[in-house]
């Protein structure tokens, strides 16, 4: 962190006495670079646009101004912020519960595989803050008997850059053309896109923009790595990693929802305390794999990029790039999991010969050739056969289920399965034997 943030203090912001108390209590001593340029003209009343990586203390830059100014002209349905995924939306309404506890601020959460009748009493109770996936806001909007945001005084767009692929902008353009013109607004996005800049456009008046880091780069505590692997003995050097680093937490990221599933099965049945979460599951079974992980019951989440922004995971020891993004720019989210803080933290990523070309596109935008990361080849291929069986028994598995599943209706994530897993590997090492 930069000598100047740590001399300030959040009261040197500007911040006034009791949401400086909160952030003492939340256990934050100093302001991080964004909050110390985004806070103080956010308190000017400046529309904002903040380029940060994950874990820069975003949701702070953001947050403490609108809960300062709702201090000052308490109202329902205040400020509204989006996200592009539900778990990075309960998270931001808890951290904005949490800052206001003390001033009894109401938040109500509007995202999709959740009951919309529950929200819909949130509502009702009028809360000052609404925090939402854009599907689900205009759903409510539409069908939700007197609520409005007619009387909005702050919009956020959180992962702005997220919020306007293909899933979201039509909700977005809806959106903008319902709430008030005169508004604060504020535009956080991890990389500025042209459709970042065309939002700029559209609903910012003569914003500041905050750059807390250097264009596409990683933090400078990463160990980064790759390792070139035939396709076929892609999970026996997943499984030699994992088992290198067996002390460790990691996420390890695939491109699709089934994969996840798959390499869950393949792991818990080597004696790895596995979980997957990816956006077929149910909104409490993500949860659920979520809270597993972070409370330590399982210390490898298998995922998609639905978690490789914006989640509150605080000690992730080692990120795999199972599959390498098709989109370089989603390496840097993905390695953003670990190294937060100043801490130091692992990234390897697995590279079959289909996937060089976007593995190239990576150290092109990071601006650096990454080293090899050191294995036997011989060594690896004695872990085969046992990788090989452990991957029949899953496929099998996931069929037998997932059969079942179709037929009851229920999502397949083999998830009710993990407790069964947690409980006969209890005790037993999860370092698979070489030989």
Not at 217 to 241: G, H, M, N, W
Not at 298 to 320: F, K, Q, W
Not at 348 to 356: D, R
Not at 383 to 404: C, D, F, P, Y
């Amino acid at each position: 962190m930069a000598q100047e943030t740590e001399e300030k203090s959040f009261r040197d912001l500007g911040v006034n006495e009791q949401l400086a108390e909160a952030c003492d209590n939340l256990g934050w001593k100093n302001p991080t670079k964004i909050q110390v340029e985004a806070i103080p003209m956010a308190l000017e009343g400046k529309d904002i646009i903040g380029l940060a990586q994950t874990g820069s203390g975003k949701t702070g830059a953001f947050a403490i101004p609108i809960l300062q100014s709702l201090l000052e002209t308490p109202q329902a349905f205040f400020a509204c912020v989006l996200s592009p995924t539900r778990e990075l939306a309960i998270q931001i309404a808890e951290q904005f519960e949490a800052l206001g506890s003390g001033i009894g601020v109401k938040c109500a959460v509007l995202v999709g595989g959740v009951d919309q009748v529950q929200q819909s009493i949130a509502l009702g109770k009028r809360p000052h803050i609404v925090v939402a996936t854009p599907g689900r806001l205009i759903d409510h909007l539409s069908n939700t008997k007197g609520f409005s945001l007619r009387t909005l005084k702050y919009l956020v767009l959180d992962e702005a850059d997220r919020l306007l692929n293909e899933d979201f902008e039509k909700a977005i353009d809806e959106l903008l053309n319902v709430i008030p013109r005169d508004r604060r607004t504020y535009l956080f996005s991890a990389t500025m896109t042209k459709k970042v800049k065309k939002l700029q456009r559209a609903c910012l008046k003569n914003p500041v923009k905050i750059e807390a880091a250097s264009k596409y780069s990683t933090v400078d505590t990463l160990k980064q790595q790759y390792r070139f692997v035939p396709a076929k003995y892609k999970e026996c050097y997943l499984v030699y990693i994992l088992t290198e680093m067996s002390g460790s937490t990691s996420m390890v990221f695939t491109r699709t929802c089934d994969a996840t599933t798959l390499l869950a099965y393949i792991l818990r049945n080597l004696g790895f305390r596995a979980i997957p979460i990816n956006g077929h599951m149910t909104q409490s079974k993500r949860l659920g794999a979520l809270n597993k992980f972070k409370a330590g019951e399982c210390n490898i989440l298998i995922c998609t990029d639905v978690a490789s922004r914006g989640l509150d995971i605080p000690s992730v020891d080692m990120v795999i790039n199972y599959d390498i993004p098709t989109n370089s720019k989603d390496y840097i989210h993905r390695v953003g999991r670990t190294a937060r803080a100043g801490r130091s933290g692992v990234a390897i990523s697995i590279v079959n010969q289909y996937e060089l070309e976007w593995y190239l596109q990576i150290e092109k935008l990071i601006g650096k050739k990454l080293p090899e990361y050191p294995a036997e080849e011989e060594e690896v291929l004695l872990l085969l056969e046992r990788v090989t069986e452990a991957k029949r028994i899953s496929q099998m598995k996931i069929k037998e289920t997932g059969g079942k599943k179709r037929r009851r209706g229920g999502d397949d994530d083999g998830e009710e399965d993990i407790s069964k897993y947690l409980h006969l590997n209890k005790g037993k090492s999860s370092k698979v034997k070489r030989r």
